[in-house]
C-alpha cells in the first residue's frame, strides 16, 4: 500500500518516511502530496490524518526508544518497544528470546512481530501486522486490507 494524497489511513497506521516511522495517531484521509514529515518526534498534519514521528527505522547504540517505536533486526524481523529505555551500547540478538520467546530486553523491552508480510488487496491482515511493499515504505494494519 504505497503512502499516496488522498487516501484513508486507520489509527496506528505506521509508515516508514525518509529513514524515519510515522504512526496515525488521528486517523483519516491524506492530503493531496507528501508532507514534510517531522524528524523530532513531532506530529505532522496530512490533511485529516495526524502522524507522529516514532523515531528512526533501525537500531542505534546508547539511543532513547519511545514506546510503539519499530526497528528492522538483522534477520529481516520487525522488532516493536513495548517498553522504552535506552538501548545498549552493543546491538542485541533479537532471536534471543530473553526474558521469554519472542522478547529481547536491551535495555528497554522489544517484541518480535515477524517478518514482514506482503499484502493482498481484499483480504483481511492481522491487527498490527507489519506489511513490506517494495514501492514504498513499511506500513502496520490497524484492520482488514482494501479492495
Do not use: C, K
Not at 496515525?24 to 498534519?45: C, K, L, Q, W
Not at 490533511?47 to 546508547?62: C, I, K, L, S, Y
Not at 538483522?74 to 513495548?82: D, E, I, N, R
Amino acid at each position: 500500500m504505497p503512502y499516496g494524497g488522498a487516501h484513508a489511513f486507520a489509527l496506528n497506521t505506521l509508515i516508514v518516511v525518509g529513514g524515519h516511522a510515522q504512526q496515525a495517531v488521528e486517523p483519516g484521509t491524506s492530503g493531496g502530496g507528501t508532507p514534510n514529515f517531522s524528524t523530532t518526534g513531532g506530529r505532522t498534519i496530512d490533511n485529516a490524518v495526524t502522524w507522529t514521528d516514532q523515531g528512526q527505522e533501525f537500531w542505534h547504540p546508547r539511543f532513547a526508544f519511545g514506546a510503539g517505536a519499530v526497528v528492522v533486526d538483522p534477520a529481516g524481523h520487525v522488532q516493536l518497544v513495548t517498553t522504552p529505555g535506552t538501548s545498549g551500547p552493543i546491538q542485541p540478538q533479537f532471536t534471543s528470546n530473553i526474558p521469554s520467546a519472542g522478547l529481547t530486553t536491551d535495555g528497554l523491552q522489544w517484541t518480535d512481530l515477524g517478518a514482514p508480510s506482503s499484502r493482498t488487496f481484499g483480504v483481511p491482515q492481522s491487527l498490527n501486522a507489519v506489511i513490506l511493499d517494495s514501492n514504498t515504505p513499511q506500513q502496520r494494519t490497524a484492520g482488514s486490507a482494501g479492495r
